[in-house]
């Protein structure tokens, strides 16, 4: 597959369609099962909160690969983010209710550099706190 999003018709300061990604128990232990990460702070909240976590909290690689999906649905093509980083600046809290967390991402295109590549910045937060910081992607667009 190849970027759908042409380099040309791209400006920095190009906005992408921002999203909101739900978390619940249940996706942690789905995602525990499928990384192998099942370190009890993401499933024991008695657990999470004897090592001093308000709750369970999501996996940063969980949290990392929501964010970034921003980027691959804009592009239309997985392939075209060459590089992604991220700082873990605060933990994604999941209460064990129904409606469980939200982590929202918004990214806009901060630079357009040589061979096609732009760096796309991402804001990620949830429960109105940045839980990434130095968000940042490249894509090769076509």
Known sequence: MTATIAYGAV??????????FPVTRATLVQYAGASGDFNPIHWNEKFAREVGLPDVIAHGMFTMAEAIRVVTDWTGDPGAVVEYGVRFTKPVV?????????????????????????????????????????????????
């Open 94 to 142: 999941v209460p064990n209710d129904d409606t469980g967390a939200l982590i929202e991402v918004s990214g806009k295109v901060a630079a357009k550099l040589d061979d096609n590549l732009v760096r796309v910045d991402l804001t990620v937060t949830s429960d109105d706190k940045k839980v990434l910081g130095m968000s940042r992607a490249l894509v090769r667009l076509a």
């Open 11 to 20: 400006e920095v300061g190009t906005e992408l369609p921002a999203r909101s």
